[in-house]
Protein backbone atom coordinates (compact mmCIF):
# COMPACT_ATOMS: atom_id res chain seq x y z
CA UNK A 1 0.00 0.00 0.00
CA UNK A 2 1.27 3.33 -0.90
CA UNK A 3 1.88 5.86 1.45
CA UNK A 4 -0.45 8.76 1.41
CA UNK A 5 1.47 11.90 -1.01
CA UNK A 6 0.58 15.36 -0.59
CA UNK A 7 2.12 18.06 -2.33
CA UNK A 8 1.80 21.14 -0.49
CA UNK A 9 2.58 19.22 3.07
CA UNK A 10 5.99 18.73 1.37
CA UNK A 11 6.55 22.24 -0.18
CA UNK A 12 5.81 23.60 3.28
CA UNK A 13 8.38 21.00 5.50
CA UNK A 14 10.49 21.44 2.63
CA UNK A 15 10.77 25.26 2.80
CA UNK A 16 11.12 24.91 6.85
CA UNK A 17 13.80 22.42 7.07
CA UNK A 18 15.67 22.14 3.50
CA UNK A 19 16.52 25.60 2.44
CA UNK A 20 18.15 26.97 5.06
CA UNK A 21 21.69 28.65 4.68
CA UNK A 22 23.19 25.85 6.81
CA UNK A 23 22.72 23.47 4.53
CA UNK A 24 26.26 22.06 1.82
CA UNK A 25 26.01 23.44 -1.69
CA UNK A 26 24.29 26.93 -2.16
CA UNK A 27 22.19 27.40 0.99
CA UNK A 28 18.72 28.04 0.44
CA UNK A 29 18.83 29.27 -3.09
CA UNK A 30 20.61 26.16 -4.29
CA UNK A 31 17.40 23.80 -2.30
CA UNK A 32 14.35 26.07 -3.75
CA UNK A 33 16.08 25.55 -7.73
CA UNK A 34 16.09 21.78 -7.08
CA UNK A 35 12.93 21.29 -5.40
CA UNK A 36 11.58 19.28 -8.36
CA UNK A 37 14.62 16.39 -7.46
CA UNK A 38 14.39 16.14 -4.17
CA UNK A 39 10.09 16.22 -4.48
CA UNK A 40 10.35 13.39 -7.39
CA UNK A 41 12.70 10.87 -5.03
CA UNK A 42 10.63 11.41 -1.71
CA UNK A 43 6.95 11.26 -4.07
CA UNK A 44 8.23 7.79 -5.51
CA UNK A 45 9.59 6.76 -2.17
CA UNK A 46 6.23 7.05 -1.02
CA UNK A 47 4.95 4.67 -3.77
CA UNK A 48 7.28 1.97 -3.29
CA UNK A 49 7.59 2.07 1.13
CA UNK A 50 5.36 0.47 3.18
CA UNK A 51 3.07 1.97 5.12
CA UNK A 52 4.93 1.97 8.57
CA UNK A 53 8.10 3.74 9.09
CA UNK A 54 11.09 1.87 8.30
CA UNK A 55 14.91 2.75 8.72
CA UNK A 56 16.12 5.07 5.66
CA UNK A 57 19.41 5.58 4.53
CA UNK A 58 21.09 8.69 2.90
CA UNK A 59 24.02 8.40 1.73
CA UNK A 60 25.02 12.73 0.81
CA UNK A 61 23.70 15.36 2.53
CA UNK A 62 20.32 14.03 4.52
CA UNK A 63 17.59 16.33 2.98
CA UNK A 64 15.84 12.85 1.95
CA UNK A 65 15.91 11.36 4.84
CA UNK A 66 15.27 13.92 7.21
CA UNK A 67 11.83 14.98 4.76
CA UNK A 68 10.58 10.84 5.11
CA UNK A 69 10.90 11.55 9.24
CA UNK A 70 9.40 14.63 9.04
CA UNK A 71 6.20 13.42 6.62
CA UNK A 72 6.06 9.94 7.93
CA UNK A 73 8.48 9.21 11.23
CA UNK A 74 10.88 7.10 9.43
CA UNK A 75 13.64 6.58 11.25
CA UNK A 76 17.01 8.30 9.22
CA UNK A 77 20.80 8.38 9.16
CA UNK A 78 23.23 10.26 6.67
CA UNK A 79 26.35 9.00 5.74
CA UNK A 80 28.74 11.72 4.11
CA UNK A 81 31.64 13.32 4.36
CA UNK A 82 32.10 15.79 7.48
CA UNK A 83 30.32 19.17 7.03
CA UNK A 84 28.21 21.56 8.98
CA UNK A 85 25.01 19.94 7.40
CA UNK A 86 26.22 16.97 9.42
CA UNK A 87 25.57 18.99 12.90
CA UNK A 88 22.32 20.50 11.56
CA UNK A 89 20.56 16.83 10.30
CA UNK A 90 21.89 15.29 13.97
CA UNK A 91 20.16 17.90 15.77
CA UNK A 92 17.00 17.14 13.88
CA UNK A 93 17.58 13.34 15.01
CA UNK A 94 19.01 11.98 12.10
CA UNK A 95 21.91 9.80 12.95
CA UNK A 96 25.29 10.93 11.13
CA UNK A 97 27.77 8.94 9.96
CA UNK A 98 31.00 9.90 8.02
CA UNK A 99 31.78 7.41 5.35
CA UNK A 100 34.00 7.99 2.31
CA UNK A 101 32.20 5.41 0.01
CA UNK A 102 35.70 5.30 -2.43
CA UNK A 103 37.54 4.41 0.32
CA UNK A 104 36.08 2.43 3.00
CA UNK A 105 33.81 -0.83 3.66
CA UNK A 106 30.49 -0.48 4.98
CA UNK A 107 30.01 0.97 8.41
CA UNK A 108 26.73 -1.04 8.65
CA UNK A 109 25.31 -4.79 7.71
CA UNK A 110 21.90 -5.37 6.78
CA UNK A 111 20.32 -2.19 8.50
CA UNK A 112 18.43 -0.22 6.22
CA UNK A 113 14.98 -0.75 4.49
CA UNK A 114 15.54 1.91 2.17
CA UNK A 115 18.31 3.76 0.27
CA UNK A 116 18.77 7.39 -1.30
CA UNK A 117 21.39 7.83 -3.63
CA UNK A 118 20.81 11.14 -5.10
CA UNK A 119 23.14 12.66 -7.34
CA UNK A 120 26.37 11.56 -6.08
CA UNK A 121 27.30 8.49 -8.00
CA UNK A 122 28.50 10.99 -10.56
CA UNK A 123 31.30 12.21 -8.04
CA UNK A 124 32.77 9.17 -7.29
CA UNK A 125 36.03 8.37 -9.28
CA UNK A 126 35.42 4.46 -8.75
CA UNK A 127 33.64 1.95 -10.75
CA UNK A 128 29.94 2.54 -9.60
CA UNK A 129 29.07 -0.86 -8.70
CA UNK A 130 31.95 -1.13 -6.22
CA UNK A 131 30.18 1.40 -4.28
CA UNK A 132 26.68 0.38 -5.09
CA UNK A 133 27.57 -3.09 -3.90
CA UNK A 134 28.67 -1.30 -0.48
CA UNK A 135 25.22 -0.11 -0.22
CA UNK A 136 23.50 -3.38 -1.44
CA UNK A 137 25.37 -4.99 1.76
CA UNK A 138 23.55 -2.03 4.45
CA UNK A 139 19.98 -3.42 3.20
CA UNK A 140 18.02 -5.68 4.31
CA UNK A 141 17.18 -8.39 2.26
CA UNK A 142 14.46 -6.69 -0.24
CA UNK A 143 15.18 -3.03 0.49
CA UNK A 144 14.74 -0.51 -2.06
CA UNK A 145 17.36 1.79 -3.52
CA UNK A 146 16.69 4.91 -5.08
CA UNK A 147 19.58 6.26 -7.24
CA UNK A 148 19.31 9.28 -9.71
CA UNK A 149 22.13 11.18 -11.40
CA UNK A 150 22.66 12.93 -14.77
CA UNK A 151 21.92 11.38 -18.13
CA UNK A 152 25.61 11.36 -19.89
CA UNK A 153 23.12 12.19 -23.27
CA UNK A 154 21.65 15.15 -22.06
CA UNK A 155 21.32 18.39 -24.19
CA UNK A 156 23.64 20.43 -22.28
CA UNK A 157 26.07 17.51 -22.60
CA UNK A 158 25.58 17.40 -26.42
CA UNK A 159 25.83 21.32 -26.26
CA UNK A 160 29.29 21.54 -24.29
CA UNK A 161 30.52 18.54 -26.35
CA UNK A 162 29.77 20.32 -29.72
CA UNK A 163 31.02 24.00 -28.54
CA UNK A 164 34.46 22.13 -27.38
CA UNK A 165 34.03 22.86 -23.85
CA UNK A 166 34.79 20.71 -20.88
CA UNK A 167 31.78 18.25 -19.82
CA UNK A 168 33.36 16.51 -16.32
CA UNK A 169 36.13 17.37 -14.13
CA UNK A 170 39.58 15.85 -14.12
CA UNK A 171 39.64 11.87 -13.14
CA UNK A 172 41.37 11.60 -9.96
CA UNK A 173 41.30 9.58 -7.06
CA UNK A 174 39.75 11.90 -4.27
CA UNK A 175 41.73 13.22 -1.41
CA UNK A 176 40.41 14.43 1.94
CA UNK A 177 40.88 18.18 0.58
CA UNK A 178 39.60 17.77 -2.93
CA UNK A 179 36.07 18.06 -3.86
CA UNK A 180 35.18 16.47 -6.80
CA UNK A 181 32.69 17.57 -9.63
CA UNK A 182 31.09 15.05 -11.97
CA UNK A 183 33.67 12.80 -13.37
CA UNK A 184 31.46 10.44 -15.24
CA UNK A 185 28.39 10.29 -16.12
CA UNK A 186 26.01 7.19 -17.06
CA UNK A 187 23.94 6.24 -19.98
CA UNK A 188 20.64 3.89 -19.14
CA UNK A 189 22.23 1.35 -20.11
CA UNK A 190 25.75 1.58 -18.40
CA UNK A 191 23.89 2.37 -15.11
CA UNK A 192 21.41 -0.81 -14.90
CA UNK A 193 24.52 -2.84 -16.17
CA UNK A 194 26.33 -1.22 -13.05
CA UNK A 195 23.56 -1.79 -10.73
CA UNK A 196 23.22 -5.38 -11.73
CA UNK A 197 26.93 -6.31 -11.47
CA UNK A 198 26.58 -4.68 -8.11
CA UNK A 199 23.95 -7.50 -7.23
CA UNK A 200 20.58 -5.87 -7.44
CA UNK A 201 17.56 -7.35 -8.67
CA UNK A 202 14.36 -5.96 -10.42
CA UNK A 203 16.39 -2.96 -11.39
CA UNK A 204 14.77 0.04 -13.43
CA UNK A 205 15.92 2.59 -14.91
CA UNK A 206 14.18 5.43 -16.35
CA UNK A 207 14.60 8.84 -18.31
CA UNK A 208 13.56 12.08 -15.96
CA UNK A 209 13.17 15.42 -16.59
CA UNK A 210 13.39 17.24 -13.32
CA UNK A 211 11.95 21.24 -14.19
CA UNK A 212 14.89 23.87 -13.03
CA UNK A 213 16.42 26.38 -14.85
CA UNK A 214 20.42 26.55 -15.21
CA UNK A 215 22.70 28.33 -12.41
CA UNK A 216 24.62 30.18 -15.05
CA UNK A 217 21.88 32.94 -16.57
CA UNK A 218 23.66 33.56 -19.89
CA UNK A 219 22.00 29.64 -20.56
CA UNK A 220 18.48 30.19 -19.33
CA UNK A 221 17.18 31.85 -22.44
CA UNK A 222 18.98 28.53 -24.69
CA UNK A 223 17.41 26.18 -21.76
CA UNK A 224 14.11 27.70 -22.36
CA UNK A 225 14.05 27.54 -26.14
CA UNK A 226 15.08 24.21 -26.07
CA UNK A 227 13.08 22.34 -23.66
CA UNK A 228 10.45 20.79 -25.97
CA UNK A 229 13.26 18.76 -27.26
CA UNK A 230 13.20 16.83 -23.99
CA UNK A 231 10.21 14.82 -25.31
CA UNK A 232 12.62 12.69 -26.56
CA UNK A 233 13.80 10.72 -24.07
CA UNK A 234 17.32 9.61 -24.31
CA UNK A 235 18.22 13.73 -24.05
CA UNK A 236 16.33 14.34 -20.73
CA UNK A 237 18.55 15.51 -17.70
CA UNK A 238 18.04 12.88 -15.79
CA UNK A 239 18.02 9.24 -14.33
CA UNK A 240 16.12 7.37 -12.06
CA UNK A 241 17.06 4.36 -10.75
CA UNK A 242 15.43 2.04 -8.55
CA UNK A 243 16.27 -1.57 -7.77
CA UNK A 244 15.82 -3.81 -4.87
CA UNK A 245 18.44 -5.96 -2.37
CA UNK A 246 17.79 -9.87 -2.81
CA UNK A 247 16.10 -11.93 -0.73
CA UNK A 248 19.28 -13.71 0.13
CA UNK A 249 22.27 -10.82 0.53
CA UNK A 250 25.17 -12.97 1.64
Same mark, same amino acid.
Given at each position: ?5 K ?10 Y ?6 ? =????? =?? #????S????? %?????? $???P ?11 ? +??? @?? @??LW ?7 D?P???M?? @????? /? ?12 ? *??A? *????? =???V??? $? ?6 ? $? ?20 Y ?8 ? +????? =??? *? ?5 ? %?? +?? !??L ?5 H &? ?10 R ?5 S ?8 ? &?? #?? /????G??? !? +??P????N ?6 A?A???
Open positions: MARPWSHEFDSLYEQICREEMQ =FGGAA =FY #RRYRRYKEC %VQRFAA $LAPDPIDVLDVGGGQ +LAL @MC @MKGDSGTVALGPHTY @MAGHG /LETVQWNLCKAEPP *FTK *FDFVF =FVEIEH $LPIPAYIA $LERLRKVMRPGGVIICTTPNLRLRNLVFMA +LGRRI =FDY *FQYPDEN %VS +LS !HVEYSRD &LDWQMKKAGFTCRVEYQMHHSPTNP &LY #RP /LAWLYPL !H +LVHWRDLVATAYPDTK
